[in-house]
Nanobody
């Protein structure tokens, strides 16, 4: 499966953005999908994830501000980001994974830059 992330940009603190991760070459519904971010000089971190069954999880730093959702008919997973803060500035990437013969198969899309100005 190939993943294409989009929707990043420059926004002021308190603003909103919606990121999209479109899957092609496979059926997105069978994958767990995660949004990760990496800021300069920092490790990549999981921001939000949604399982193939629709169960969601969030990093504490984004709870109540970010919402992950999926539209399997469109093979797309969204990350709605509200009340953005300068510390949310990072490159955001999406990941798809599924168990294949007991091993996790992981697929990554290219990142999209999110910059939040104060």
């Amino acid at each position: 499966v190939q993943l294409q992330a989009s929707g990043g940009g420059l926004v002021r603190a308190g603003g909103s953005l919606r990121l999209s991760c479109v899957a092609s070459g496979g059926t997105a519904s069978i994958y767990d999908i995660g949004w990760y971010r990496q800021a300069p000089g920092k490790q990549r971190e999981l921001v939000a994830g949604i399982s193939s069954g629709g169960v969601t999880n969030y990093a504490d730093s984004v709870k109540d501000r970010f919402t992950i959702s999926r539209d399997d008919a469109k093979n797309t997973v969204y990350l709605q980001m509200n009340s953005l803060k300068p510390e949310d500035t990072a490159v955001y990437s999406c990941n798809a994974r599924r168990l294949v013969w007991g091993e996790w198969a992981n697929y990554w899309g290219q990142g999209t830059q999110v910059t939040v100005s104060s």
